[in-house]
């Protein structure tokens, strides 16, 4: 399997441009993260979905994020508008049945929004 | 809610020396805990993977241990390696946190020459 994998990796945008990140999961995998990484706040969970269907958005800062999943393979995780404090690391992960068996990180996208 | 601390914070040793990395969580409510290590500007690459009744893991160098009625784990690393250099962090999933992961702060590691 080639893991989890995140594109683009690497995105410079304008202040109030509209970011869209994404990511396929390892395949078989029920459970996909959505994780930022910032120096000041280290490793902070966005949101979570399992078969799919978002649990928990809690960690969404603002409504100007949202993420998708429209199917098994495939999520988005969307900013508009952006802004220059959303600039981080943003990281994918997957796992099956809850972490059972751990979980697997992407490489990640980084942000600049300048 | 559950919280990880790693301790230390920064760590430097020559080459060749074992060292002991530490990480603590309030919950032992736990379903595994995993060791991850992350190099700059990268992605985090799992090391370790401890499940709850695991009390240790081993691999290669690396040997991670599980305490989880002290809420403690400590990774191990033998014979270090400049290659080592990088920053290693722990996380817990658990009952009490759903699916999701609960990261501690990280210990850099520099192993000198």
């Known amino acids: 399997d080639a893991g989890v994998i995140q594109s683009p990796r690497h995105e410079v945008t304008e202040m109030g441009q509209e970011v869209t990140l994404r990511c396929k999961p390892i395949?078989?995998?029920?459970?996909l993260f959505w994780y930022r990484q910032t120096m000041m706040r280290g490793l902070e969970l966005l949101i979570y979905?399992?078969?799919?269907?978002?649990?928990?958005d809690s960690g969404m800062p603002e409504d100007r994020f949202s993420a998708k999943m429209p199917n098994a393979s495939f999520s988005t995780l969307k900013i508009q508008p952006s802004e220059p404090r959303d600039s981080a690391v943003y990281f994918c992960?997957?796992?099956?049945?809850?972490?059972?068996?751990?979980?697997?990180f992407g490489s990640g996208t980084r942000l600049t929004v300048v | 809610k559950q919280e990880v601390t790693q301790i230390p914070a920064a760590l430097s040793v020559p080459e060749g020396e074992n060292l002991v990395l530490n990480c603590s969580f309030t919950?032992?409510?736990?379903?595994?805990l995993q060791w991850f290590r992350q190099d700059p500007g990268k992605g985090l690459t799992s090391l370790l993977l401890?499940?709850?009744?695991?009390r240790e893991q081993t691999s290669g160098r690396l040997n991670a241990s599980l305490d989880k009625s002290s809420g403690r784990s400590t990774l191990y690393i033998a014979a270090s390696q400049p290659g080592d250099s990088a920053t290693y962090l722990c996380?817990?999933?658990?009952?009490?946190?759903?699916?999701?992961?609960?990261f501690g702060e990280g210990t850099q590691l520099t192993v000198n020459p």
């Open positions: 919950d032992s409510a736990i379903y595994n």
């Open positions: 401890i499940q709850s009744s695991q």
């Open positions: 979905f399992n078969n799919n269907v978002p649990i928990d």
């Open positions: 996380a817990v999933s658990g009952e009490t946190s759903g699916s999701r992961l609960t």
């Open positions: 395949s078989g995998h029920d459970y």
């Open positions: 992960a997957s796992s099956l049945r809850r972490g059972l068996m751990g979980y697997t």
